[in-house]
């Protein structure tokens, strides 16, 4: 991972694109039992869009042909710095192919022209899942979504982790019963509470946001409550004394969210009302991942409820989404992960003579076609350095063609075998990751 | 696959990225069956890189950031155009880390700014697999290469195909012997029989190449011979008496590769010397793949020998590498192709009603830890339809909790289950892609 010529573009060797691969697959496995549909969105888009939302338009990498003519009809495009605007604009295109409520995964890489530094790169994979409504969008995804956030990370066993939730309309309607008037800048300054503490976040709201001194305190007040037991923080927030419809109305929603979850994954998901994440779309339900034990690395994953996606003529999309940090969380697994070997390959087929590789290649075929990946190897070189081959790639059998013999080279055992019949054990037919960052913390 | 909105970047619906999933799928398992280690490189170079293939960098997609600020450094960045130069960069970075000869598979998208048509994008999807050796690199992996396409090929069940195959050295050995001095010019325009016809070919050669009108004609009679018996072939090159050593290298080279290929997956390789791919640095085999029902569509796989991949130091790294065109044979697959249903779910479980939600999550969650996809029902609408909702999505079972019934929705055929123990058939399972194309041509 460390491997960049390029600053921010992170390259791998082969045994770490294994690790990556499986964490990849666990996604998509994860994802497609939960009933997300696979999509893919072109890496580019027209700049138009990009800058739709215009708070990141500043990352965008624009593009141009190196040997455009004159007279080139020029398309004004740029790479995605997310999943979320390309899957908006492909809702909207595709909206009368789809089944709604729509859930899709995606998982690509975005680009971004940001300063590299430790988790952040310029190009980087991203898993996002999103269920997108047509017109509406029943709560109950808001509860499913972490869960499947939840569920992912757990087959990962990346460790133990935090999915940190909040509700929009909690602070919105507690701002709002206060007669708080900028609710977006008092989200905004409370987002800032672990940087800049809560002395400066009270002043802020009140030199800059126009709160009173009281408001202030009160905001704080809910910013501080946190905890996984539903009917607890439904009870330390009304004993604040605010009441408003819409505080009311979120207050409902976390509880079920946090209900549901105590229920179907204990100890995973926690409420915690400083939550704000800077995006204005939220409407719901907010969330934001950490690992326990590398909280510094920040969010690995965060997604939240929006009213709209996108809309198109008299159709506006809802939806809910979370959007997992891969290139991120990998970045730090990757530290001490292990993984068995770099190659797929479980048997090295031995080559006696040169004239003899057609026998060995055969061998290797037979294996192969029961699923055993088979390599020959590179030359009939002594036996003792088509050894060393496989050594050096971590394969763990060599055969021997001459009569049939498949030797452990990491135990010296050697046996007849028959390449119809022969299987290794299961646990060395594929390369094997391990993040033991995640076994140690267990 | 008609679905862009943006010429030249095809997009895909749900149902179709199953499909190409499916793809992706068997080539890496193949690729990784015989040997090859994963790999992806960043989707930047610079543009020194990638000038250095200088034929083709009239189609590179440059990149600059859109708010760049005037003191900003600069990387001058492109996106590649194919996965061989980044490949070669990427060895001489890391071939401390790297076991030769090096194997690796790389699937990733490409960018070419060129003009779209009908199989030909602007972004598309290529799988490469490449060996390449560190000084040297021996012959037989040249005819692994094609017989490794070819088995993936097989494996995609996209209907009948051939590898075409030729040698470099048996064209310039022929050329040599013959005496004519521009080998490059005469391979280009040999390169051209299809296009041009050989009356044409001819005329080009004499007034263009400056070849006798009886180089010319042998060099077409070369050209016209094809066939996968690797001793006529021999034999009908030999008669046609030109000699040379860098000829008598080449056939022997091509007519191992025949006798493999014949032995191992009979008609599945064809010798045919007009073959020459205009890439200026194969200098051995060279291989050309063909769908026979689509032969308008081009080549679907291509590559070759290569001495130089790289150079570093006093370091050469020669190799032998095929790409498959994964887009351009999806775009024609997917005219005819069938997907069982564009989302993984196998079961969506009802809901009697929302204050019982809970009890269809459990149920869900249950049949999942099994393996199995679950769903459940967006609403607690009625049960005809929710039944409706699963149907218009292809999924085959509903599951009523109230009774813990499940349904076959396509038969009507309706049991008592536990979800601890009940499992769909298997063919039910997962999506199936059916490339009926493939099928109807076997």
Redesign the interface.
């Known amino acids: 991972m460390v ?1 960049s ?2 600053s921010g ?6 045994a770490e ?2 690790a990556e ?1 499986s964490i990849l697959d666990t996604l998509r496995h994860t994802f ?13 888009e ?2 138009d869009t990009l800058a739709k939302k215009g708070e990141t ?12 003519q004159a007279g080139d009809k020029v ?1 004004s ?3 995605h710095f997310d999943l979320t605007v390309p899957f908006a ?2 809702v909207v ?2 909206s009368g ?3 709604f ?1 729509f ?2 995964y995606q998982i690509q ?1 975005v ?1 971004r ?1 940001e300063r590299p530094q430790e988790g952040r790169f310029r ?1 980087f994979t991203q898993a996002d899942i999103d269920v997108v409504g047509q017109d509406t969008l ?1 709560f ?1 995804y808001e509860v ?1 979504l972490p869960l499947v956030m939840a569920e992912a990370l757990a087959q990962l066993n990346v460790g133990q982790f935090l999915v940190q939730v909040n509700n929009r309309k909690v602070c919105e309607g507690f701002y709002r019963g206060l007669g708080i008037e900028d609710v977006a800048g008092t989200l905004r300054t409370i987002d800032k509470l672990d940087k800049i503490g809560a002395e400066n976040v009270a002043r802020v709201l009140v030199e800059e946001i126009g709160t009173t001194s009281e408001q202030a305190e009160a905001a704080l007040r809910l910013a501080e409550i946190a905890g996984d037991d539903a009917a607890a923080i439904v009870d330390q927030v009304r004993s604040l004394g605010v009441t408003h419809h819409l505080l009311t109305e979120g207050l409902g929603e976390l509880h079920d969210l946090l209900a ?1 979850a105590q ?2 994954r204990p100890g995973a998901v926690r409420a915690v009302l400083k939550i704000a994440r800077g995006l204005d779309y939220y409407t719901g339900s907010v969330y934001e991942t950490l690992l326990v034990d590398h909280e510094d690395l920040g969010s690995v994953g965060g997604g939240g409820r929006y009213d709209s996606l996108a809309t198109s003529g008299k159709k506006t999309y809802p939806g809910v989404g979370v959007s997992i940090g891969v290139t991120r969380l990998l970045s730090r697994l990757l530290r001490d992960a292990e993984v068995s070997r ?4 479980t048997v090295l087929v031995a080559v006696a003579n ?1 004239e003899d ?2 026998r060995s ?2 061998i290797a ?1 037979a294996l ?1 076609e029961r ?5 020959v190897a ?2 009939a070189a002594k036996f003792g350095k088509q050894i060393r ?1 496989a050594d ?2 971590g394969i763990p059998f060599v055969w021997f063609p001459g009569d049939n013999q498949v030797k452990d080279i990491r135990s010296g055992e050697q046996l007849a075998a028959d390449p119809i019949t022969w299987a290794p054990p299961a646990d060395d037919l594929y390369p094997r990751t391990t993040f033991t960052q995640g076994v140690q913390s267990s």
């Open positions: 491997r010529s390029l573009f992170p390259e791998l060797l082969p694109r294994f691969l497609e039992l939960h009933g997300f549909s696979p999509l893919e969105t072109r890496a580019v027209t700049l338009s500043k990352e965008v990498y624009s593009l141009s042909r190196v040997n455009a398309d495009l740029g790479l604009r492909y295109e595709n192919h789809l089944v409520p859930k899709r890489k680009w022209g190009e029943p109950h499913e549901e229920s179907r770099p190659v797929a390959t040169e590789r057609h290649n055969v075929q192969r699923g055993i990946p088979a390599d590179p030359s081959y050096r790639l």
